[in-house]
C-alpha cells in the first residue's frame, strides 16, 4: 500500500510531512515533488533503502543517485575538496535547480553513487520538497519519478498513475515549474564541465565561474554510450507513440507535417502535433500546445509527452526549438525522445 499525502505548496500540512518523513527514516520509498521534475526518494546513506529505488524504477544500477539535502552544510557530510568554484554555484543557484558533481566521502554507499568515487548533490526550491528534507533530516537520493526510460512526471496525476503502489510514499504537490531535470555540473577538475543541461544555463554558469565544458558526448547519437554521466546513455523519454523532430523554417514544416498527417491517416495512424502557440492554426490535425515561450516548452515538454499516450497517439510530431540558452535542454530531452529521428521539411 501507498500512502497518499495531498500537500498544497502555500499551506505545508506539516502532520502529512511528519508521516512521509518515517517512511523514509524507515528505509522506504517516497515521491515527492520538487522544482524540476517529481523525485523517488530514499535515504541515501542506507544501500537496501536505495535498492528499493532501483527496483521502484526498473534502473540499472550503475546508473549514480542525485542526493538531495536542505542545507549546505550536508555537503560537508558527504563530499571533499570542495573548490572555491563549487561555492560560488551553491551560493549562487541554491536552492534551485542545479546538480553538483564533487569527490564523494566514504559515508556515502557505491550504491548511490553507482560506483563511482564521486556524489551528485542538489538543493531543491520546492516548499514542499524543503519541508520534507528538513523533516526527515537524511541526505535522500532521488532520482525522476518514472519507470526507467520514460518520461519524467511533471504533474501530481501522472505521477499517482505511474507509481501508485510501486513505493511506500507519495506526496502529490502542485506543477513542477521548471519541468525538465536539473542541470549537472561536475566540479571535480578545473574547467568544470556540464554533463545533463537543464534550466540552469551554460551562459547562467559561465557569467559566474568562467568558462565552463559541455560533455562533448552530449552533442551526438553515437557518442551518447561515452556520456559521463552514466544516465545519459540510456533510452530516455520515450512515450508509447513513435515521436519525430521536424526541422526547418515554421511554414516549410507545417506544410511537411501535414503532407505527413495525411499519409498517416490513410494507414490509421492517429498523429498529434507539439507546437508553439502561435502556430497551431497552421496543422490540419490535433495539437499539444508546449507554450509561447521556451520557458513553457520545459515546463510542459514531459506532460505533453505524457498527455499524448493517455491520448492514444501513434505518432507524435514535435517542431524544433533553438539550440541554445534553455533550448539546448529542450532539445537534449526532444532527441532523446524521439530516438534522435529527424525529418527535415
Ligand atoms: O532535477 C533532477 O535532477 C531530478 C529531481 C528529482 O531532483 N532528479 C533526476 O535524477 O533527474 P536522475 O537520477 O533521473 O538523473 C541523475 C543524472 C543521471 O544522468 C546520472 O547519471 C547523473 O545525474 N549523475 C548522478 N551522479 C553522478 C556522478 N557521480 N557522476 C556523473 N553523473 C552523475
Ligand atoms: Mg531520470
Redesign the pocket.
Known amino acids: 500500500m501507498t500512502l497518499i499525502s495531498k500537500i498544497d505548496e502555500n499551506n505545508i500540512n506539516k502532520e502529512e510531512i511528519k508521516k512521509q518523513a518515517e517512511i523514509l527514516r524507515e528505509g522506504k520509498t517516497v515521491i515527492?515533488p520538487?522544482?524540476?521534475?517529481?523525485?523517488?526518494?530514499a535515504n541515501a546513506l542506507d544501500e537496501e533503502a536505495v535498492s528499493k529505488i532501483y527496483k521502484a524504477k526498473g534502473?540499472p544500477s550503475d546508473?549514480?543517485?542525485?542526493?538531495?539535502i536542505y542545507d549546505k552544510k550536508q555537503v560537508n557530510q558527504l563530499a571533499e575538496n570542495i573548490n572555491e568554484k563549487a561555492e560560488i554555484i551553491m551560493d549562487k543557484f541554491w536552492p534551485g535547480?542545479i546538480?553538483i558533481?564533487l569527490n564523494?566521502k566514504d559515508i556515502v554507499p557505491m550504491r548511490t553513487?553507482?560506483g563511482?568515487?564521486?556524489?551528485?548533490i542538489?538543493m531543491?526550491s520546492n516548499p514542499v520538497?524543503k519541508a520534507l528534507l528538513e523533516e526527515v533530516k537524511l541526505p535522500i537520493a532521488?532520482?525522476?519519478?518514472?519507470i526507467s526510460g520514460r518520461p519524467?512526471p511533471t504533474k501530481g496525476i501522472h505521477v499517482y498513475h505511474e507509481m501508485n503502489n510501486r513505493v511506500d510514499g507519495i506526496i502529490i504537490g502542485g506543477d513542477c515549474t521548471?519541468g525538465?531535470?536539473?542541470?549537472?555540473l561536475?566540479l571535480t577538475n578545473d574547467v568544470p564541465m556540464i554533463?545533463?543541461p537543464?534550466s540552469i544555463t551554460k551562459e547562467d554558469l559561465e557569467n559566474v565561474i568562467g568558462h565552463v565544458n559541455m560533455d562533448p558526448a552530449l552533442e551526438k547519437k553515437e557518442d551518447n554510450i561515452k556520456?559521463?554521466?552514466?544516465?545519459?546513455?540510456?533510452k530516455h523519454y520515450s512515450p508509447n507513440a513513435e515521436v519525430f523532430i521536424v526541422s526547418g523554417k515554421t511554414d516549410d514544416v507545417a506544410n511537411k507535417i501535414n503532407e505527413l498527417v495525411d499519409n498517416n491517416s490513410k494507414e490509421g495512424l492517429k498523429t498529434v502535433v507539439m507546437c508553439l502557440e502561435d502556430n497551431k492554426n497552421k496543422y490540419n490535425c490535433d495539437t499539444i500546445v508546449l507554450g509561447e515561450s521556451l520557458e513553457e516548452v520545459a515546463m510542459n515538454l514531459f506532460s505533453s509527452l505524457i498527455s499524448a499516450d493517455e491520448k492514444e497517439y501513434d505518432i507524435v510530431y514535435s517542431e524544433e526549438f533553438p539550440n541554445k540558452g534553455i533550448g539546448r535542454a529542450i532539445m537534449n530531452r526532444l532527441l532523446k525522445s524521439a530516438g534522435y529521428k529527424i525529418i527535415k521539411a
Open positions: 515527492f520538487t522544482e524540476t521534475v517529481y523525485g523517488l526518494g534502473r546508473n549514480p543517485l542525485i542526493v538531495h535547480p546538480t558533481i564523494k553513487s553507482g563511482l568515487d564521486t556524489v551528485a542538489r531543491p520538497a532521488a532520482p525522476s519519478a518514472n519524467s521548471f525538465l531535470e536539473s542541470t549537472v561536475d554533463l545533463r537543464g556520456a559521463k554521466a552514466p544516465g545519459m546513455k540510456y
